[in-house]
C-alpha cells in the first residue's frame, strides 16, 4: 500500500488546513487510516484516526474538538480537516495506515503503511 499525503502549507493561528491522504494501486478497504503529526525534537503522536470499514473514528485529545478526519469513497482518500489552528499544530504530518486491534489503533508501532509526510506551519 502506497500512500501520499498533500495539502500542508502555511496558516495563521485559528485558520484551517485540509490534509489528503490518497493511495495508489489499492484500496483502503480493511484498513485503519491514521494521521500522524511531529515536531523538530519530539516523537511522532496519533493526532486522528478512522476505521475505513465502519467509518469509527478517533481522536488525541489535544485535537478533538478542532480538527475532523473523514473519508471520500468514491476518490480512495481519507482528509483531515483541521479547523482553529494552534502554533502548537505545527508539524510534519503523515498519514498511515494499518490493521491492528482497537487498543492498538492509536499506536503508531501498529501502523504497516506510511506515506512522506506533509509540513504545516502554524504562526502565531
Known amino acids: 500500500v502506497q500512500l501520499q499525503a498533500s495539502g500542508g502549507g502555511f496558516v495563521q493561528a485559528g485558520g484551517s488546513l485540509r490534509l489528503s491522504c490518497a493511495t495508489s494501486g489499492s484500496t483502503f478497504r480493511g484498513y485503519t487510516v491514521g494521521w500522524f503529526r511531529q515536531a523538530p525534537g519530539k516523537e511522532r503522536e496519533f493526532v486522528a484516526g478512522?476505521?475505513?470499514?465502519?467509518?469509527?473514528?478517533f481522536y488525541a485529545d489535544l485535537v478533538k474538538g478542532r480538527f475532523t478526519i473523514s473519508r471520500d469513497n468514491a476518490k480512495n482518500t481519507v482528509s483531515l480537516q483541521m479547523d482553529n489552528m494552534k502554533p502548537e499544530d505545527m508539524a510534519v504530518y503523515y498519514c498511515?495506515?494499518?490493521?491492528?486491534?482497537?487498543?492498538?489503533?492509536?499506536?503508531?508501532?501498529?501502523?504497516?503503511?506510511w506515506g512522506q509526510g506533509t509540513q504545516v506551519t502554524v504562526s502565531s
Open positions: 478512522i476505521m475505513w470499514n465502519s467509518r469509527i473514528t
Open positions: 498511515a495506515a494499518g490493521t491492528m486491534i482497537t487498543s492498538e489503533r492509536r499506536n503508531r508501532d501498529a501502523y504497516k503503511y
